[in-house]
């Protein structure tokens, strides 16, 4: 239950107050990937309130150096870091436009911050206000930080790829981008992002003698790409793609008029549609095969997405084309692009090599799949890829767009994580959880610039990143504050 739903009083009176203020700030500014001038020149001036050295490089990342305490003069800088843009997901029935309205936070009975119908940013505007009370912070031991705020991490590490060797400028780091409180990353996954598109052959539909319908999948659970793709939930898209498929494959000649599902390439689809047209005589059978392809789908999900809905229906607006056979398979053939796991970490259930369709958008009689490969090795990179583009061919479709970034190796004998774990246990009397996740971060490309580079990633308790059931828990905040607050004491 929602006991809150003004951002200013829900969050401002939560502990620790610095946090939440600054966190509430963050929510009022409009922030998705490629929108993140707003918030630069929110860190800009912050750094000029608080008389600190700061400087923006030309793609957008900001840079804060606050001088060390007293008693830490001398000791090695720390590298302090979180990204600045935030995924966008929102319900398909709001109305919210990312790039002019701010999120609306709202505290929960449960002792959650979740937001009013969308993501709410906690990733990784969280990370982002601990490292703004830490260098508003007056009473806190500290050795010299060189804060680094990222732009376009969520879409492609566009911030992180620009850096420069000069930019790395310390030899510990602290990412704050992690979703588990107590869990210390020390590796991740590497990742490949796509955009492909068909501009397929299409045809007026005839004035008699044919039907459409509307295929419609919502109230999914969807989730992040990398760290919900082991948790077997719906994709949206790709279950589209299996109902028209499933309809041909049942000697119902069908073409697609229009098809929608998802918003960013690292998100599992929670809702989407298709609209479809068939001969009329066809209509009846084609409607019940639906309904008994959905009802397979609902058991299938039943545990792990047990809200999914489907909706299958008539209707009176006739578009005025539809693909043709040749194109409708074409299409058809790029649902094979979500792979969801291709590999398992030996021994384990943890996912190694993926690939997840987080999105399609047909505009203009262009088709386009966006979509975001994650893999732990070069072979893992090699086989998910090498499936991507044998798909591409089969289609007949064309890579518009390609990104990559490199996976970070984990170092197990890291200082920096000993003194994690140290820490961690003084603090709360628990052990600490070393992890390798299947997400990606920026802390092998910060790596790559500087092999020296001692780096570890830690976070607060995030659930449902990059989808609507997104939340944080507000007491693993306060730990995960004062956590970075000792570690920082600590060196």
């Not at 806190?140 to 566009?158: D, K, N, Q, R």
């Not at 039907?211 to 082991?230: K, M, Q």
């Not at 943890?350 to 090795?377: D, Q, V, Y």
Request: net charge negative; charged share 20%; glycine share 6%.
């Amino acid at each position: 239950m929602i006991t809150n739903m003004n951002n200013e009083s829900a969050l401002n009176s939560l502990e620790p107050i610095p946090v939440w203020q600054y966190f509430s700030d963050i929510c009022n500014i409009p922030h998705t990937s490629g929108n993140e001038k707003n918030m630069g020149d929110f860190l800009i001036e912050f750094a000029r309130v608080h008389n600190l050295e700061c400087h923006q490089s030309n793609c957008g990342n900001v840079f804060i150096k606050k001088a060390a305490t007293s008693d830490k003069v001398g000791h090695s800088p720390v590298i302090l870091q979180a990204h600045m843009d935030m995924v966008g997901v929102k319900n398909d029935k709001t109305e919210f436009d990312f790039s002019i309205d701010p999120i609306k936070p709202v505290v929960t009975d449960d002792g959650f911050v979740t937001a009013e119908n969308t993501t709410l940013g906690a990733d990784n505007g969280i990370g982002m206000a601990i490292i703004l009370a830490i260098l508003a912070g007056n009473n806190i031991s500290h050795p010299e930080i060189h804060a680094l705020f990222t732009v376009a991490e969520e879409t492609s590490m566009g911030g992180a790829v620009l850096l420069t060797p000069d930019d790395i400028d310390a030899n510990l780091a602290i990412n704050i981008d992690s979703e588990d409180l107590g869990e210390i990353c020390v590796g991740c996954a590497g990742g490949s992002g796509y955009t492909i598109s068909t501009e397929p052959d299409i045809a007026a539909v005839p004035d008699t003698g044919y039907d459409a319908l509307v295929i419609r999948v919502y109230n999914g659970v969807g989730g992040h790409s990398g760290i919900d793709i082991n948790k077997k939930r719906l994709n949206a898209a790709s279950a589209i793609l299996a109902m028209i498929n499933f309809l041909k494959e049942s000697d119902i000649d069908v073409h697609i008029s229009d098809i929608s599902s998802g918003t960013v390439k690292n998100s599992i689809p929670s809702e989407g549609y298709a609209v479809i047209c068939l001969q009329k005589h066809l209509t009846s059978k084609a409607l019940t095969l639906l309904q008994d392809f959905a009802l397979r789908l609902q058991t299938r999900y039943t545990e792990t997405d047990p809200n999914i809905s489907f909706e299958f229906s008539k209707t009176d607006n006739i578009p005025d084309f539809m693909t043709t056979e040749k194109a409708t398979e074409n299409i058809l053939t790029l649902q094979g692009l979500n792979t969801k796991i291709m590999e398992y970490v030996p021994g384990t259930q943890n996912p190694m090599t993926s690939c997840n369709l987080g999105r399609i958008h047909w505009e203009n009689n262009k088709c386009t799949f966006s979509l975001l490969a994650r893999f732990a090795t070069s072979e893992g990179k090699n086989k998910v890829e090498s499936r991507i583009n044998e798909l591409v061919a089969a289609a007949g479709a064309v890579i518009d767009n390609y990104e990559t970034y490199v996976y970070w190796e984990p170092d197990f004998e890291s200082h920096m994580l000993s003194r994690a774990v140290s820490t961690y246990h003084k603090l709360t009397g628990n052990d600490s959880v070393t992890t390798v996740i299947h997400a990606g971060l920026e802390c092998g490309l910060f790596k790559k610039l500087n092999p020296k580079l001692d780096i570890i990633s830690i976070g607060p308790d995030i659930y449902g990143a990059h989808s609507c059931n997104e939340k944080v828990r507000i007491s693993s905040v306060a730990v995960c504050f004062e956590w970075i607050k000792l570690m920082l004491a600590d060196i």
